[in-house]
């Protein structure tokens, strides 16, 4: 009879709880009444210190819905524990021979590793730890082996229509600056065209700028990306900020290798060859190397600012690093993320993914299986802190800068968007020390979006009790 009562001493203030929560819950979704209705919406939240029944509130939990980019939460989780967070990649050059009196006489090799960071800063280190070889010239070609991925750029399981903007850019195991172009436009004098830089200033891209200064004004500029042409239209004021468009690349071999050359020629390389595809031979010497950031790093790149490119690039290291040898794909990367999910006790009958980044209508899963990854990784401690602080914190930083500002530190959310599809799962944490994970998912209508942005930001603010 005792171990009956403290069994029940034990469930009373949880559910005591999930009382006081279903009321407030109750009474946000009704103030909504109007513009949202419940059945479009799936909500499950859990307490994670309790292993017997962490479920605290649910609402159509186990309705199949489109998660859009909080889908990331499931490949972040499985990159942290099947890759580890302080793994690191490797991005290298090589050749035949070391340079004999500064001349290479054949080709420069650079193999990439699949590191989704390798960004001018790393080009920067890797190119002047080749000229401690002494290297003056090179009399080949620069060759790009970009074979540890295989040579799909946009993989079909993403949404078929193709934009020019950098959430849509192109993959490979070769790549730079997150293969896309910084475009920067400065206003000068009334009249005349604004300003236009790229960075990486790249002789490949031909700058086409029709763009106006007004004495007067905001920005209504239009940048579009037409293969190596940049369109600059429309008209900015003279007193306006710099404005920063990000646009992506088409070919992530000819990208990396061009920047590659002009890095060289920076520091006096003289380099007159061709920019080509190839691999690395085993008689081959390497001659550089420069190592990635932790992968911990890569994953916070992804869930800050969701980045399309970043889930896929780390998806095809799941691939490759599981065959190495083998050409990754995204397909072998994703089969890896449904496994771990299976090992989360999550069975394959409930789920339907397909894309990494949740840029894929054909997605499809359910709030409470996605609550239950937030549990299952919270219990994980080798990857916890890092899994836990690559998401976006409320009031502060990512794509939640600037909202749940009123509870500002107390909200750590992935957040998901598509026409139609608003998602938010993450982890609320309470001043009694309980940390609670929920996952809000809406799939409705395209006009409703932001009513259901705001339904869930106060949903999760009042987890914050």
């Known amino acids: 009879m005792k171990f009956s009562l403290v069994v029940l001493a034990l469930f009373l203030p949880i559910q005591s709880y999930g009382q006081a929560l279903q009321k407030r819950f109750d009474k946000i979704l009704s103030s909504y009444g109007s513009s949202i209705k419940r059945e479009q919406v799936g909500l499950a939240v859990m307490e994670l210190e309790n292993h017997q029944k962490p479920l605290v509130y ?17 490949t972040a989780a499985t990159v942290l524990q099947k890759l580890g ?6 991005t290298t050059l090589w050749a035949e021979s070391i340079p004999a009196s500064g001349v290479l006489k054949g080709d420069l090799v650079l193999k990439g590793g699949g590191d989704s960071g390798f960004v001018s800063e790393t080009m920067w280190f890797l190119v002047n730890e080749l000229m401690r070889t002494g290297i003056k010239k090179i009399e080949g070609n620069i060759v790009v082996d970009d074979s540890d991925f295989d040579a799909v ?96 690349i088409d070919d992530p071999v000819e990208w990396s290798g061009r920047n590659l050359a002009f890095f060289l020629q920076q520091r006096g ?36 600012f969701s980045n399309n490119y970043v889930a896929e690039m780390l998806t095809k290291n799941l691939a490759q690093q599981k065959n190495p040898g083998q050409a990754a794909t995204i397909e072998a990367g994703m089969q890896i993320i449904r496994e771990n999910l299976n090992e989360m006790g999550i069975k394959s009958d409930r789920f ?25 990784s919270y219990r994980q401690f080798p990857t916890f802190a890092e899994y836990m602080t690559s998401f976006p914190l409320a009031g502060f930083d990512g794509t939640l800068k600037n909202r749940m500002k ?20 993450g982890y609320a944490g309470r001043k009694d020390g309980s940390v609670m994970a929920f996952a809000f998912i809406f799939n409705g209508r395209g006009e409703q979006g932001d009513s259901a942005r705001r339904l869930f930001d106060a949903l999760a603010m009042e987890l914050v009790q």
């Open 153 to 248: 750029r946009t993989d079909s399981s993403r949404d078929p229509e193709r934009v020019d903007r950098a959430y849509d850019a192109p993959v490979g195991a070769m790549s730079f600056n997150w293969n896309s172009i910084s475009i920067f436009i400065r206003p000068t004098e009334p009249g005349k065209p604004p300003q236009v830089y790229l960075d990486p200033i790249d002789n490949g891209y031909k700058i086409d700028n029709k763009a106006k200064t007004t004495p007067s004004g905001g920005n209504n500029l239009e940048v579009q990306r037409d293969g190596g042409r940049i369109f600059v239209r429309g008209s900015i004021g003279m007193n306006q900020s710099e404005v920063a468009v990000y646009k992506n």
């Open 58 to 74: 649910a609402l159509n939990e186990e309705r199949e819905m489109i998660p859009a980019s909080i889908t990331k939460i499931a």
């Open 269 to 304: 390389v003289e380099f007159k060859g061709k920019i080509i595809s190839g691999k690395r031979t085993l008689s081959m010497k390497q001659l550089a190397k420069a190592e990635s950031k932790p992968l911990s790093q890569a994953v916070s790149d992804m869930m800050k």
């Open 352 to 376: 339907s993914l397909i894309n990494p980044s949740g840029l894929s209508r054909r997605n499809k899963t359910r709030a409470v299986d996605l609550a239950k990854v937030l549990v299952h």
């Open 406 to 425: 009123d509870k500002a530190g107390w909200v750590r959310g992935k957040t998901g968007l598509l026409t139609g599809v608003v998602g938010l799962a």
């Open 85 to 90: 967070a302080t793994t690191k990649l490797q």
